[in-house]
């Protein structure tokens, strides 16, 4: 009884210190990971998962996903209020530049090939699909939707977004016993789900 008690009091400030430092940590790199897409947000949901799962506290999931939701919505909205005032510009902004290059010709022609047809839905899906999300952002850009009803279809796609990556950490966390071995597990599934289709189009383009 006193090994247990003195387990739980000595672990008390670890996982409150994890808490007080994850969240904020975890908000600000999505956050800047949605403005600036070089930081694999959803391996570090994920990873957010696998630890949550190890806690004792009990909103630790919730927190989680509302922390990675709202950050990704705000960096989202923030990223095509900067576009669409690169738009306005005549000289454009470095902003709209740099969503330009992440948009390949191709996958831009099939974002708004898509949008056309489904509207607001390919929003949802473009979150989900790796590298999907630049592309539709920037057909969204070019067919002038106001920021407002970009934030509509952008809401639910940082919802199902968060969920997908948190679900792929819980699996991670509940497969191994120790949290670093699920957050690696989740990395590198996450890592692996992102980089598959790039692959799969250069081999396709390769055997053509």
Not at 45 to 72: D, R, Y
């Amino acid at each position: 009884m006193r090994h247990a008690l003195a387990a739980a009091v000595t672990s008390v400030p670890t996982e409150a210190t994890q808490q007080a430092l994850g969240y904020p940590s975890l908000f600000l790199l999505v956050l800047f990971g949605a403005l600036v897409p070089v930081i694999p947000t959803g391996a570090l949901v994920s990873s957010a998962a696998v630890v949550a799962v190890h806690q004792t506290a009990p909103f630790a999931m919730a927190l989680v996903f509302v922390v990675a939701a709202a950050a990704a919505f705000l960096g989202d909205l923030a990223l095509y209020w900067l576009g669409r005032r690169g738009m306005r510009s005549k000289n454009g902004s470095r902003w709209l530049a740099a969503i330009r290059d992440r948009a390949p010709e191709d996958r831009l022609a099939q974002a708004q090939e898509k949008l056309a047809d489904h509207g607001v839905a390919v929003l949802v899906l473009s979150r989900l699909v790796p590298a999907g999300r630049i592309p539709v952002m920037l057909a969204c850009l070019m067919a002038k939707w106001p920021v407002r009803r970009f934030a509509r279809g952008n809401g639910p796609a940082c919802l199902a977004w968060a969920a997908t990556y948190q679900l792929i950490g819980v699996l991670g966390g509940s497969l191994f016993k120790e949290p670093w071995e699920g957050v690696a597990a989740a990395v590198l599934l996450t890592v692996a789900i992102s980089v598959t289709p790039g692959l799969w189009r250069r081999v396709r383009s390769v055997a053509r």
